[in-house]
């Protein structure tokens, strides 16, 4: 399947087929790029997996056919949540898909593993984004969804486990890696990719560069996954 061009990432494509509804964000280059840092890091057999900002469940299907014994997959979006009960009982995959953000599954108990793709793409606006914007739309500075999540991941996380977060670096990823050390965690960059902008990016670009989040004149942005450990 080949997805469609998003705020900041081009197509790419995804080897299993996902079923989709409008308004669920498709999976890009930043989804392929945590599926590849995740199964480079060797979950073990039978883990506990929190797949956070799901969209259409593709990271939680990677965590189950990886070997995680349980995946919890969370979404605010009710579609969201729809398509990954789909798209896993299409497969028989162990993955509960939930609705609500990391509040909401507090009562779950710890996780040997998490995975976000939170919304990153900085915006004008500081209202809570609706519709499918809710997929990108981060705040002024990208960090709406990503100072919470840095802020929550101690938390999350069992004894031994780890975070791999997928963003872009218009959203100050030293900021979230000092958050994450502030925690209590050990942090590094497992990742990197660079891509050029897509449709939503190019469209801020006068902002982004107002604002001193890219260069003048640039147009591509590099995706980094940050792995972040409990010991």
């Known amino acids: 399947m080949t997805a469609t061009a998003h705020a900041g990432t081009p197509p790419v494509e995804i080897d299993f087929p996902l079923w989709r509804l409008p308004g669920v964000y498709r999976p890009q280059a930043d989804t392929a790029l945590l599926a590849e840092a995740a199964a480079s890091a060797s979950i073990r057999p039978g883990a506990r997996v929190l797949d956070a900002y799901t969209g259409t469940g593709a990271l939680a299907m990677t965590a189950a056919r990886l070997g995680a014994g349980r995946v919890t997959a969370l979404d605010v979006s ?29 009562d779950e108990g710890r996780y040997d593993v998490v995975l976000a793709n939170p919304p990153y793409v900085p915006c004008p606006s500081a209202a809570v984004p609706t519709g499918r914007k809710r997929a990108w739309d981060a705040g002024p500075d990208g960090r709406s969804a990503l100072d919470p999540l840095c802020r929550a991941a101690p938390d999350m996380l069992s004894d031994n486990g780890f975070l791999l977060l997928v963003q872009s670096h218009v959203s100050d990823v030293d ?53 972040a450990d409990r010991r």
């Open 175 to 227: 900021r979230s890696v000092a958050a994450l050390r502030a925690g209590g965690l050990s942090v590094r960059m497992v990742a990197r990719r660079r891509v050029p902008f897509g449709p939503v990016m190019w469209q801020r670009a006068a902002y982004l560069e107002a604002m001193g989040l890219i260069r003048r004149g640039q147009r591509h942005e590099d995706l980094v996954v940050i792995r």
């Open 78 to 106: 009710r579609r969201a949540v729809l398509c990954v009960r789909l798209n896993a009982w299409r497969r028989t995959l162990p993955v509960t898909a939930r609705r609500g953000l990391f509040a909401d599954i507090a």
